[in-house]
């Protein structure tokens, strides 16, 4: 009897995704429960598990195809005698790895996906050069590309590289289905909005010296370090309740105004660009916020992030000053309508009263969505944020 492979539920914030890499083969025995498959959306890469215990019969959906909800992708048999079958080719399989081991054939190879192959083929790269940083220790197009790269440059010294055909080399590489969906998000927030950005400046000393004094024992006593990102969560919280237009969003012709604060972290990952979510931030504390932060971050890292974690939004903030930005104008998170950019904290001359002193300044930017923030509502968001992050005590006193 043969059983349907089927892509789950997406939810709501996600109409497809991309057949990203199936883990095994048609021919492989599998077990209930066993990854197949990974499919990549624009906001997570999905695991599809096998549905019963069997051999898989039928690929219907290769690497790089767009599938939506419930859509079948494959076919998998319970066939004891497939199993049988399969239990064979897996013994003779293990005879040819066996019998190749002078070749430095590797059973993570038998891990990759047809894709991936090819590339090693193409490539013409020995398995045993390749170091796999994909899940389960798993062989990646980029690790392929790496290996290859590094035997190119073992192979040509500086004497023998022709600078003349060098020119014209290129190298062509379809964009990941994230990457896609990222470039795609960006370009239609460009297109729909109305979206102008507006800067001011922050003086960091009081929470530098905050941080300063307090560090140890704020990692002592709640195990996460003390960052800028709380503070500034906090500080936003404090100027989404005194501007809500900022915690809206536009759906057709009306203002959706939410009365949930929901603050989205803006992280990047190896697959690219994610915003987990920091959900009804305004009823957490500054540990609890830092807290949240750091566990979201590090799913992130580790793609780990679930559907949930990355949806539901009202406000997002992002910090450019963890890769040294000095400046930037930060591009609207739809469906959102406003997006607070930090930047990197450089030590500059400021006037304070009729003297020239030298105080760690940040840049802050605000991009906002005009057909419902007029200008002066950003100066006055962005100087509210500036006000709480200069003089912290507002926020014990909620000023």
Same mark, same amino acid.
């Given at each position: 009897?043969?059983?349907?492979?089927?892509?789950?539920?997406?939810? =709501?914030?996600?109409?497809?995704?991309?057949?990203?890499?199936?883990?095994?083969? /048609? +021919?492989?025995?599998?077990?209930?429960?066993?990854?197949?498959?990974?499919?990549?959306?624009?906001?997570?890469?999905?695991?599809?598990?096998?549905?019963?215990?069997? #051999?898989?019969?039928?690929?219907?959906?290769?690497?790089?195809?767009?599938?939506?909800?419930?859509?079948? &992708?494959?076919?998998?048999?319970?066939?004891?005698?497939? &199993?049988? $079958?399969?239990?064979?080719?897996?013994?003779? !399989?293990?005879?040819?790895?066996?019998?190749?081991?002078?070749?430095?054939?590797?059973?993570?190879?038998?891990?990759? +996906?047809?894709?991936?192959?090819?590339?090693?083929?193409?490539?013409? /790269?020995?398995?045993?050069?390749?170091?796999?940083?994909?899940?389960?220790?798993?062989?990646?197009?980029? !690790?392929?590309?790496?290996?290859?790269?590094?035997?190119?440059?073992?192979?040509?010294?500086?004497?023998?590289?022709?600078?003349?055909? %060098?020119?014209?080399?290129?190298?062509?590489?379809?964009?990941?289905?994230? %990457?896609?969906?990222?470039?795609?998000?960006?370009?239609?927030? $460009? $297109?729909?909005?109305?979206?102008?950005?507006?800067?001011? =400046?922050?003086?960091?000393?009081?929470?530098?010296?905050?941080?300063?004094?307090?560090?140890?024992?704020?990692?002592?006593?709640?195990?996460?370090?003390?960052?800028?990102?709380?503070?500034?969560?906090?500080?936003?919280?404090?100027?989404?309740?005194?501007?809500?237009?900022?915690?809206?969003?536009?759906? +057709?012709?009306?203002?959706?105004?939410?009365?949930?604060?929901?603050?989205?972290?803006? #992280?990047?990952?190896?697959?690219?660009?994610? /915003?987990?979510? /920091?959900?009804?931030?305004?009823?957490?504390?500054?540990?609890? *916020?830092?807290?949240?932060?750091?566990?979201?971050?590090?799913?992130? %890292?580790?793609?780990?992030?679930? *559907?949930?974690?990355?949806?539901?939004?009202?406000?997002?903030?992002?910090?450019?000053?963890?890769?040294?930005?000095?400046?930037?104008?930060?591009?609207?998170?739809?469906?959102?309508?406003?997006?607070? +950019?930090?930047?990197?904290? =450089?030590?500059?001359?400021?006037?304070?009263?009729?003297? &020239?002193?030298?105080?760690?300044?940040?840049?802050?930017?605000?991009?906002?969505?005009?057909?419902? *923030?007029?200008?002066?509502?950003?100066?006055?968001?962005?100087?509210?944020?500036?006000?709480?992050?200069? !003089?912290? *005590?507002?926020?014990?006193?909620?000023?």
């Amino acid at each position: 009897m043969n059983i349907d492979i089927k892509i789950p539920e997406f939810s =709501e914030s996600i109409s497809e995704g991309t057949v990203s890499t199936w883990i095994r083969k /048609v +021919g492989d025995h599998v077990d209930e429960g066993e990854t197949l498959v990974e499919i990549e959306t624009d906001k997570v890469v999905l695991e599809i598990p096998s549905p019963a215990t069997g #051999v898989i019969e039928k690929i219907i959906k290769d690497e790089n195809e767009i599938v939506n909800s419930h859509e079948v &992708i494959g076919q998998l048999s319970e066939s004891s005698q497939n &199993i049988a $079958q399969n239990n064979q080719l897996d013994s003779d !399989d293990k005879g040819v790895v066996s019998e190749n081991n002078a070749n430095n054939k590797s059973d993570n190879y038998k891990k990759t +996906g047809p894709s991936v192959r090819k590339l090693i083929e193409e490539k013409n /790269v020995d398995i045993a050069s390749i170091s796999a940083t994909g899940k389960n220790n798993r062989i990646t197009k980029q !690790d392929v590309l790496v290996a290859y790269s590094k035997d190119q440059q073992s192979n040509l010294s500086q004497s023998s590289i022709d600078v003349a055909n %060098r020119n014209n080399e290129i190298e062509r590489v379809p964009m990941s289905g994230l %990457r896609k969906k990222i470039s795609d998000r960006l370009v239609a927030a $460009q $297109q729909e909005y109305a979206m102008l950005t507006t800067f001011n =400046e922050v003086n960091m000393s009081q929470i530098l010296s905050i941080r300063s004094k307090n560090k140890d024992k704020f990692l002592e006593q709640h195990g996460v370090k003390l960052g800028f990102m709380s503070f500034f969560v906090l500080a936003a919280i404090e100027a989404l309740k005194e501007y809500p237009v900022y915690n809206a969003s536009v759906e +057709g012709s009306d203002i959706v105004y939410h009365r949930y604060i929901n603050v989205g972290i803006a #992280v990047s990952a190896e697959r690219g660009l994610v /915003v987990p979510v /920091v959900r009804n931030a305004d009823a957490k504390s500054l540990s609890s *916020i830092e807290l949240e932060i750091n566990k979201l971050a590090a799913k992130a %890292r580790e793609n780990k992030l679930s *559907i949930d974690e990355l949806t539901g939004g009202t406000f997002t903030i992002t910090n450019g000053g963890v890769f040294g930005s000095m400046l930037s104008t930060p591009i609207i998170n739809p469906p959102q309508s406003a997006i607070l +950019g930090m930047h990197a904290i =450089e030590k500059r001359p400021i006037v304070e009263g009729d003297e &020239i002193k030298i105080a760690p300044m940040m840049y802050m930017a605000l991009s906002y969505d005009h057909r419902i *923030i007029d200008g002066r509502e950003a100066v006055l968001f962005l100087s509210h944020v500036k006000r709480i992050i200069e !003089d912290p *005590i507002q926020l014990l006193l909620h000023l």
